[in-house]
């Protein structure tokens, strides 16, 4: 199972990026996938999820508004659309395959995300 996380790059606060990640190797459209981020000397955090269905969407509080997670189970892809970045923002963003809970069964290797002042 491969999860190829792209979209990564350097952006003016204020400017937008999109993540995207393709799975391959398993089929992920009846399970949650997301984003986390882990930002230098922090712990890796929780951005967004995005249900199997679509029908159920969870952010951080500090994305809510500017991020919207969504997915294409035909293309078994789940992509992150960041608007109004922060500095703050700046971190490597993991895409999730498989999420249960507080579990993440599969991680994707980064793409490094980094929005200057």
């Known amino acids: 199972v491969q999860l190829q996380a792209s979209g990564g790059g350097l952006v003016q606060a204020g400017g937008s990026l999109r993540l995207s990640c393709a799975a391959s190797?398993?089929?992920?459209?009846?399970?949650?996938m997301g984003w986390f981020r882990q930002a230098p000397g922090k712990e890796r955090e929780f951005v967004a999820a995005?249900?199997?269905?679509?029908?159920?969407?969870y952010y951080l509080d500090s994305v809510k508004g500017r991020f919207t997670i969504s997915r294409d189970n035909a293309k078994n892809t789940v992509y992150l659309q960041m608007n109004n970045l922060k500095p703050e923002d700046t971190a490597v963003y993991y895409c999730?395959?498989?999420?249960?809970?507080?579990?993440?069964?599969?991680w994707g290797q980064g793409t490094l995300v980094t929005v200057s002042s």
């Open positions: 995005i249900s199997w269905s679509s029908s159920n969407t």
């Open positions: 999730a395959a498989e999420i249960r809970g507080v579990v993440v069964e599969y």
């Open positions: 190797g398993r089929t992920f459209s009846s399970y949650a």
